[in-house]
């Protein structure tokens, strides 16, 4: 099944995933695989990261009208928050289009993001007395995994992010 629309002037493309290689329709799916797919191009215009961030919230909200599942508050807020800085970041320093791919499965929401620039970022230290440049210290802050890759032709930069806390051990009382 594939849905495509326009959000703002970018048109989005919805997959479900492919039979057998991105879950068997029971939502039990590895790491990797998705029960559901979106992706999209951005020129880097003006108003383009507002977009992909509307682009992310329409892609979560079509998945939860989909499949059954729910996404938390928090999880969007922070699936929007890493779409935000890898596309500043993507649109800042990389000539050309940016792509972006989303993924969901029942536990985890990827967040793709490539450019053109084959330089390989890294997040720095943290030093509160910086101004600028903490996107990518935030976005590995925030998610379970990042995965920053050399492509023919720039990067692709892949942020996990958990759509729920793992259980604590600890008792309201204990903070």
Same mark, same amino acid.
């Given at each position: 099944?594939? /849905? ?5 002037? /970018? ?6 995933? *492919?039979? $057998?290689?991105?879950?068997? $329709?029971?939502?039990?799916? $590895? *790491? ?16 383009? &990261? #507002? ?14 009208? #989909? ?6 508050? /928090? ?5 929007? =928050? ?9 649109? !800042?320093?990389?000539? %050309? *289009?940016?792509?972006?791919? =989303? %993924?969901?499965?029942?536990? @985890? ?15 720095? @230290? @943290?030093? *509160? ?5 903490? $996107? ?9 995994? =990042? ?7 720039? !990067?692709? &930069?892949?942020?996990?992010?958990? =759509? ?6 600890? !008792?309201?009382?204990?903070?």
């Amino acid at each position: 099944m594939t /849905r495509r629309g326009v959000l703002g002037t /970018r048109e989005w493309s919805m997959r479900a995933a *492919p039979e $057998g290689s991105h879950g068997g $329709g029971d939502g039990c799916t $590895g *790491p990797g695989e998705h029960l559901i797919r979106a992706g999209y191009t951005l020129g880097g215009d003006d108003g383009c &990261i #507002a977009n992909a961030r509307r682009q992310a919230l329409a892609f979560l909200g079509q998945a939860e009208a #989909a499949y059954p599942l729910s996404v938390p508050a /928090r999880a969007r807020n922070l699936t929007q =928050l890493v779409v935000s800085e890898l596309v500043t970041n993507a649109c !800042k320093y990389a000539p %050309g *289009p940016v792509m972006v791919e =989303l %993924g969901i499965n029942i536990h @985890t929401v990827d967040v793709v993001v490539w450019d053109s620039d084959p330089f390989m970022p890294a997040a720095r @230290t @943290t030093d *509160p007395d910086r101004i600028g440049q903490h $996107g990518l210290e935030i976005v590995q802050a925030v998610s379970q995994t =990042l995965l920053i890759e050399q492509q023919p032709v720039g !990067k692709r &930069i892949t942020a996990r992010i958990t =759509l729920f806390d793992p259980p604590t051990t600890e !008792k309201p009382g204990d903070l």
